[in-house]
């Protein structure tokens, strides 16, 4: 059972557009989620959050949008840079549970 | 600063082998710990966490264990690999907040089982 899905494995997107990468989630109590990005061989590191309490948090070019009665959240990354080359991974957590449940990630390309 | 020191890096078995991963974090205390497994093609499987010492919590049934013998100490263990367990193992710890601020991971350990 898939709690986090992220069902585009792959995305490619030209240096400097838009990337929009997807996540859908099926537990209503998940109130918290995270963006993770992933080099191969190394661990994740962490882009962005947001609550459940707001819709939008940005932190540079990176935005996370969040649509709580269609349980989707997307990231947007503009402009998109070679350097935004990776996996990258949503992960969701309901408040009190010390867990966070991950999608099966996408890996982005992005070509100069 | 908080560093979390994950090893060895990559790993290779023989089926029926057993294994030990250990994980230290420093520069913190009492973290809420977690082991994960990225199997090839896979997302990232929460596998373990644990919120303290002697506490731990299994979320898949499986052939691997855990164990926290100490607050910034987290042991992944298996006596008796399978080929099904080769993927990439990765630790990583969180404050005692749940995670709201993230988890912070560590380097992995690329596990193959031959």
């Known amino acids: 059972d898939q709690q986090v899905k992220q069902n585009s494995p792959s995305l490619s997107v030209q240096e400097g557009r838009i990337s929009i990468l997807n996540c859908d989630y099926t537990?209503?109590?998940?109130?918290?989620f995270l963006w993770y990005k992933k080099y191969p061989a190394e661990g994740p590191t962490f882009l962005i959050s947001?609550?459940?309490?707001?819709d939008k948090n940005e932190d540079g070019r990176f935005t996370v949008f969040l649509n709580k009665s269609a349980k989707h959240l997307s990231l947007h990354i503009v402009p998109s840079q070679p350097g935004d080359s990776a996996v990258y991974f949503c992960?969701?957590?309901?408040?009190?549970?010390?867990?966070?449940?991950f999608g099966t990630g996408t890996r982005l390309k992005v070509l100069a | 600063s908080q560093t979390i020191h994950q090893w060895p890096a990559t790993l290779v078995q023989p089926v029926g082998s057993p294994l030990s991963l250990e994980c230290t974090v420093e520069g913190t205390s009492n973290p809420n710990l977690y082991w994960y497994r990225q199997a090839a093609g896979r997302g990232l499987q929460l596998l373990f966490y644990s919120v303290g010492i002697g506490q731990i919590s299994s979320e898949v049934p499986q052939n691997l264990s855990a164990s926290r013998p100490q607050d910034r100490q987290f042991i992944l263990s298996s006596k008796k690999l399978l080929l099904s367990d080769s993927g990439f193992y990765l630790c990583?710890?969180?404050?005692?907040?749940?995670?709201?601020?993230?988890?912070?991971f560590g380097s992995g350990t690329r596990l193959t089982v031959v």
């Open positions: 992960a969701a957590s309901a408040s009190g549970t010390y867990k966070y449940i």
């Open positions: 990583a710890w969180s404050d005692g907040q749940g995670g709201h601020y993230g988890y912070t």
């Open positions: 537990n209503s109590m998940f109130d918290y």
């Open positions: 947001i609550s459940s309490i707001k």
